[in-house]
Structures are given as structure tokens and as C-alpha cells.
Nanobody
């Protein structure tokens, strides 16, 4: 059974940093792509960052501020978020595709506010 569990969200002031974690189980983490999405209130879920086969891509709104990474030996993925802005406030979801199925975590809330 594939399971993704996010952690690391919270309340942070503008300009601050957070690191989100995604713990995967039931999956060969080394061969799967990994992505982070976010969904703000009243908005559609959007892709934030994705990594696959050593390559990464980012939404224009987070380029230069966010970094996606993974630690395959521990089935863990990360999203380092720096220089956070109020518009980064959203629920952040970990995502992967495995044998033609898409899996999501439960999400972790990130709130950027003074």
C-alpha cells in the first residue's frame, strides 16, 4: 500500500523559511518522480516543483526561492522554502506517480503572515 505523509508546515513570517518533508512507504522511491503541489483557498491545486531522473522544474512563482530534493535511502522528499511570501500560503501536497497511478499525501498547511 502506497502512502505519502507530509510534515513541516506551520506559521511563518514573510521572509522566513520552512522545510517540508514527504515520507513515502510501499513504493520504490528511487524510481518514481516526486512533486509538490499547493492549493490556496478558492484556487485550483497547482504544481510547485517536480523532480524526476535527476532533473527538477519549478513554477515561475517559486523559482530561486524553493528547492526540491529527495533522500532515496530513506524514502523521503523535501521542499525547502525560503523568502516566503503571503501568497505562498496554501496546503502543500506531496505527489508521485507509480505504475500508472497517482498518489497524494494528506497535505500540510503553510501560512505566511505577520
Amino acid at each position: 500500500q502506497v502512502r505519502l505523509v507530509e510534515s513541516g508546515g506551520g506559521l511563518v513570517q514573510p521572509g522566513g523559511s520552512l522545510r517540508l518533508s514527504c515520507q513515502a512507504s510501499g513504493i520504490n522511491w528511487k524510481i518514481t518522480p516526486m512533486a509538490w503541489y499547493r492549493q490556496a483557498p478558492g484556487k485550483e491545486r497547482e504544481l510547485v516543483a517536480r523532480t524526476s531522473a535527476g532533473l527538477s522544474n519549478y513554477a515561475d512563482s517559486v523559482k530561486g526561492r524553493f528547492t526540491i530534493s529527495r533522500w532515496n535511502n530513506y524514502n523521503t522528499g523535501y521542499l525547502q522554502m525560503n523568502s516566503l511570501k503571503p501568497e505562498d500560503t496554501a496546503v502543500y501536497y506531496c505527489n508521485t506517480d507509480y505504475y500508472s497511478r497517482t498518489f497524494w499525501g494528506q497535505g500540510t498547511q503553510v501560512t505566511v503572515s505577520s
